[in-house]
Structure formats: C-alpha cells, structure tokens
C-alpha cells in the first residue's frame, strides 16, 4: 500500500468520528492526490521573501476557479481572495508563501534545486525550509471545502496569501495596502503552522502570548586604535564591547521578572583584523525576544543605557559614545485570544480525540500574523500548530526534538501528506463554527 493510500484510510476512517466529521475526512481524501501533486510543485519551485510571483499566481487562478473574487498584487505579491456568502461574520484565513534562503538535503525526488539572489544582495539555494508549501496546499484544500459546504455555513470569507513572513514584511505590506480597508475586515483571524516539534498529524494550541516580540539591534562601540604594544594609547573598543555584552546580561537576569519571559543574545561580535593592533571599533548584532510591549521597552532601553553606562566607565568622551541602532524589521508578538483559543481546543479535541490535540507552551520565535491582530484588537485570532515529524522518525528518536531536523533546516522535510490532511480538516472545522449559521 502506497503512503497516500495508507493516509487516505487514515483519513477516511482510522478514528471513530461523528458522520459530519467523517464525510469531511472522506472529502478531504479524495481531493488529497491533487492537493500533493501541487504541494511537490510548490516545494520544487520555491521563492523568497516578497518575489513570489509564481506562487501567488498559481494560487490565484485556483481561487477564481473557485469562484472567490480575487485581487492580486496587494503588498506587492500578496493575493486577496474574497467570497460573500450571506450576512454573517467576517472570517480572515491566511497562508504565508515565502521560502527560506537554504540550499536542501533532504534528498526528497522532488527537492528544490532553485537559486535566488536575496535582498541582502547574496545568491543562494531557495528552500521550504519552513513549510510554507504546506501552508498554501492546505490553504487552497480549505478554500474548496469551505466552497464547497457554502450550504452549511453563512457569512464572509476572506482567505489571504501572504508574501514576506520570514523577513517580517509581508503582514506589513499588506496592511498597508489596505487590507482592512479595501477589504471586508475581520471579525476572526485564523493561520496554522506546520511543526517540527510534534509527530504528524498532532494538533497543538495555546493561548495568549504564543510567539515572540523579535527585534534586531546594532551596537557600534567605537574606541581609540593603537598599536598593541602600546595599549596605554588606546581605548580599545574590544574591552568595552566584552564589558557590554557581560553586563547586559542584568538585563534579563536581574532586571526582569522571571516570570516574564526575555531574551538578550549577541549573535556577532566582530573586531579588530589582527593580532597586534588595538582597532578603533567594535560592532555587536543582537537579537532581542520578549513578549509585552513594556518588557520589550525595556530590554531595547537597557542595551542603550547599558552601552553608554559601560562607555562612560571607559573613560570615553561624549563623542564617542556607542551608537545603538534597533531595525526597523522587528517582528510583533503573536497573541492567541482565549475565547477563540479555548472553544477551537475543544472542537479539535472532538473532531480528532484527545490525543491528537495537545496544549503548546509559548515559543520565542517570530511570526508576522501577530500584525493583524495588533491592527485591530477587537477581533479573534488564533495561529495553531499540525506536526509534521513522521511518526517513525518521532519514534525512532523517542519524542526527543533536538535529535530531529528543526524548521528551517536544510533537512527538514515533513510528513505533508499528514500536515495537510489534518490542516484541511482543522481549519475547515474551526471556520464552518466561526461562520455557522445563526
């Protein structure tokens, strides 16, 4: 028996389900062989943050086949698709399409052999590394199922193919093109992702913070060369830059509750080109996760202070005072709402069993999908996780995550058959009771 054909019984049958549930498991099978055929299309032909022009536009003919109202070109490659089905509710569903810039190991048939060259100006192999073909395939087996159940649900449905995740643009970008304006806006928001933390076809949810506030910050500490036989006519930049990476350490361990998540890690420390010359500048690239805005505040306020407070301590003048520069593409926390949060829980643990259905601890990783709630704060949102480790590799390494490939590994390859089937089904759910009728 073929793996498809081993997933199609799966879904048609492995789990005792009420007869709704069941006829939507047997849909969701039949329509499974075409959802992987387009699933390999996308995997082979990846594309990177904001050039997704192929994705988008094969994505978009498929939901004018549908018969959505489709607009193109929102936020540069993002894709609008919209379908009014009687008064009721307005339901956002989002997919994001971006792949990641990693050349692929995973040996699979159909393994990208792409390259593209970057906005950092570098050429690279292009991957999915992240799973986002897994987005768009279920994306698109949800639209046909919502479409074709229009019967049983009432309201408006506006399903979005996001561009620019992983470089926290495309939310962004889309925004600002209007799509809470041009578009019908929100009253729920729904996104899934694919999970290497969890064996295929597990669900996973939490509420509240569930991903992190991601900001990027700069520190050029500047000093005095010399040459290093005469440090006494130096202000070396080197022993400042150690003093201030040591003491932002506080930042975290001593400043903040610890019961209030954060992080502070210096990724880079470049100096100095060699061994007996005191440089005149160090520069330092830190990465800065935290959940609240005033945790967040306060993280970005203390490296400055600390920067300068360790500069002052140096003896440096004012004029040479570190410069602390925090990116402009930082990424917002993503919050789950917990009436949404806790009412899906319940629907997934009724549709799929108890154990397929588990309670996530909060991440300190990214996620854009966070904007759109922030945008609007009276609405619902959830963002739920679908496992995608093969059940034989989550068993062969005993649940233990850091022997398996992580997202964004060059070998990350998941089971997407299962993915995708149980995203299909999950998000149909979720939107049907979103969308019920009154």
């Not at 709704?20 to 055929?37: G, W």
């Not at 089905?85 to 040996?107: C, F, S, Y």
């Not at 690279?124 to 698109?140: E, I, K, Q």
């Not at 330092?284 to 490296?303: A, F, N, W």
Request: charged share 20%; glycine share 8%; aromatic share 6%.
């Amino acid at each position: 028996m073929t793996k498809t054909a081993i997933l199609t019984a799966l879904l048609a049958g492995a789990f005792a389900l009420p007869a709704p549930a069941a006829t939507l498991r047997e849909s969701i099978a039949n329509d499974l062989p075409q959802l992987m055929t387009l699933y390999r299309d996308l995997h082979a032909n990846p594309e990177l943050s904001m050039q997704e022009v192929r994705s988008s536009a094969k994505l978009a003919a498929e939901l004018r086949k549908l018969g959505f109202q489709v607009t193109e070109h929102v936020g540069k490659t993002g894709v609008v698709a919209v379908l009014r089905n009687g008064p009721g509710k307005t339901l956002l569903i989002r997919a994001d399409m971006d792949a990641l810039p990693v050349v692929e190991q995973t040996g699979l048939p159909f393994a990208s052999k792409a390259r593209a060259m970057a906005n950092s100006g570098v050429e690279s192999g292009v991957m999915h590394a992240c799973g986002h073909d897994t987005h768009m395939t279920a994306f698109l087996g949800t639209a046909r199922r919502l479409m074709a159940s229009k019967a049983d649900w009432s309201g408006t449905l506006v399903m979005i193919l996001q561009p620019g995740e992983e470089t926290s643009q495309g939310a962004k970008a889309m925004l600002a093109d209007g799509l809470f304006t041009r578009f019908p806006k929100p009253d729920v928001a729904l996104a899934f992702h694919d999970s290497a933390s969890l064996p295929a076809g597990t669900i996973g949810l939490g509420s509240g913070y569930v991903m992190a506030n991601v900001d990027s910050v700069d520190v050029l500490v500047k000093g005095v060369g010399s040459h290093g036989a005469a440090p006494q006519n130096s202000r070396d930049p080197i022993v400042l830059a150690s003093r201030i990476v040591g003491s932002m350490q506080t930042l975290v361990s001593r400043e903040r509750n610890p019961l209030d998540p954060a992080v502070v890690t210096v990724g880079s420390f470049h100096a100095g080109a060699t061994h007996n010359i005191i440089p005149d500048e160090a520069r330092l690239q830190i990465t800065v996760r935290s959940y609240t805005p005033e945790v967040r505040k306060s993280l970005l306020d203390g490296i400055a202070r600390v920067a300068r407070g360790e500069a002052i301590a140096a003896g440096m003048p004012d004029d040479r005072m570190p410069v602390v520069t925090v990116e402009d593409r930082s990424t917002p926390s993503t919050f789950n709402t917990e009436a949404l949060t806790t009412r899906t829980a319940a629907l997934f643990t009724q549709e799929f069993g108890a154990d397929r259905v588990k309670t996530m601890p909060p991440a300190m990783v990214g996620e854009d999908f966070g904007r759109y709630w922030l945008a609007d704060k009276s609405k619902q949102s959830l963002i739920f996780w679908v496992g995608g480790v093969p059940k034989d590799k989550w068993a062969a390494a005993g649940g233990d995550t850091t022997k398996l490939p992580s997202l964004h590994s060059p070998y990350w390859a998941p089971d997407a058959e299962a993915v995708i089937g149980t995203a299909v089904e999950a998000m149909t759910v979720a939107a049907t009771d979103v969308l019920k009728k009154a």
